[in-house]
């Protein structure tokens, strides 16, 4: 039976729903990502790996970074003010920014490398490193993410979504 009334779509009205969502779309890309090797070697890199390789591409370099400062600029400051014991783990995270942004351009250049042909697949260290990297990090994140639902009270949460999305509209 279809039920159309189930799901409700994240906005910035509720940021904390958009840091989740994006965090879905992270996982989605690293599963991608960790079934990638086995594609190659059955089928070679073909349009299908093109199309994923440029939607990962996009997603790591325009949406991440932006997710990253969603958190470091406007989350994770508005969290520490009404949860100040979360500091260990929010000082971590930011730690972990830097160096995902690093695995992510060790992880590109493979990338780039299979779709222009000079490659024929990925080093599986560089790809696990990348994938654990934000399985490790999601594990932490998340739970602050719930956190801030209980202790930030709704008119901060709505001030910092419009900041939020303002940063994408440039």
Partial sequence: M???????????????????????????FCGQLQMLPDYLAEHGCNDAVRQAVTQIRTYFNQAAPLHHDDEEQDFFPTLLRYAPEAREQVEELERQHIVLHRNWTALQNQLLAVVEGSRSGLDNAVLADFTGGYDRHIAIEEPLFDLGREVIPEEQRRAIGKIMAARRRG
């Fill in 2 to 28: 279809l039920n159309l009334g189930t799901q409700k779509a994240a906005t910035w009205d509720e940021p904390i729903d958009m840091l989740y969502a994006c965090h879905g779309k992270v996982k989605r």
